[in-house]
């Protein structure tokens, strides 16, 4: 789990520190200025480990059970499934 803070003023790092012990890897990555979105998601995704990332606000617009279903289409080869919660 990488949560990256971007300058918000919301608590979510106090947040995401309150959790942290529900995950065997976690890092916090604050940025020394504040920074545009396209930034913070370039620097997570670049200190990300593990066979897969997946991107996702902290308000959880999205939610992370939808996750069961890009799953199949990673493990049939796709290098990107890209989703939208608009309708």
Same mark, same amino acid.
């Given at each position: 789990m990488v949560v990256v803070d971007g300058g918000s003023k919301d608590g979510t790092v106090n947040s995401a520190h309150a959790r942290?012990? %529900? %995950? *065997?890897? %976690?890092? =916090?990555? &604050?940025n020394v200025a *504040? &920074? #545009?979105?396209? @930034?913070s998601v370039k620097r997570?995704?670049?200190?990300? /480990?593990? /066979? @897969?990332v997946l991107f996702m606000d902290a #308000?959880?617009?999205?939610?992370i059970y939808e996750f069961d279903k %890009?799953?199949?289409l990673l493990?049939?080869?796709? /290098?990107?499934? =890209?989703a939208s919660n608009n309708a």
């Open positions: 942290s012990s %529900f %995950f *065997n890897n %976690f890092k =916090i990555l &604050k *504040n &920074k #545009d979105k396209g @930034y997570g995704v670049l200190s990300a /480990e593990g /066979e @897969y #308000d959880s617009s999205a939610s %890009f799953l199949p493990e049939e080869g796709c /290098e990107a499934v =890209i």
